[in-house]
């Protein structure tokens, strides 16, 4: 019973992680690799990816009726009470370590549903910038979003290693 009750309690103190991104993964090498990620974080965290539609500015009137169109689909694919982290190359660059210690202390206030949004290839609209509660940043550089989607889950996995004390495997 006691073991029972253990697991019950550690299950309920899971932190939710859920990765808003725009856009499918078309080619199967970007699917492989989220794929991995995501099975090797099943141990530390119950995370989802959810994917919004992209939107083509050709189509939809411009950049930004087509950044207005995917930031309702990413307002909509948000849990309402969670804490939202937006990848954005303007946001705060952290480390790895940094990156573990935020979703430590998250954790430690009491919030335990998470969400990472990573946009289009044209930005965010306004409105999911003001729904942020942070903005993080990997680096200066521009990724493409199937590729900041494995970086971003890459992290994920790294920050639950980190703050576990436990070994990287490369």
Known sequence: LAGRCGRRLSERNRMNIEVVAVGKLKERFW??????????????????????????????????????LEGKGI????PSRAHVILL????????SEDIAGRLDDLKLSGVSDVAFVIGGSDGVSADVRAR?????????ITLPHNLARVVALEQIYRAF???????YHK
């Open 132 to 140: 942020a509660d942070e903005r993080v940043s990997f680096g200066r």
């Open 88 to 95: 954005d190359i303007q946001g705060k660059t952290l480390s």
């Open 31 to 68: 699917a492989d690799a989220c794929a991995e990620y995501l099975k090797r974080l099943r141990g530390y965290c119950t995370l989802s990816v959810r994917e919004v539609p992209d939107r083509d500015p050709r189509i939809c009137g411009g950049e930004e009726a087509s950044r207005t």
């Open 161 to 167: 290693k980190i703050s576990r004390h436990e070994p």
């Open 75 to 78: 307002l909509d694919a948000l």
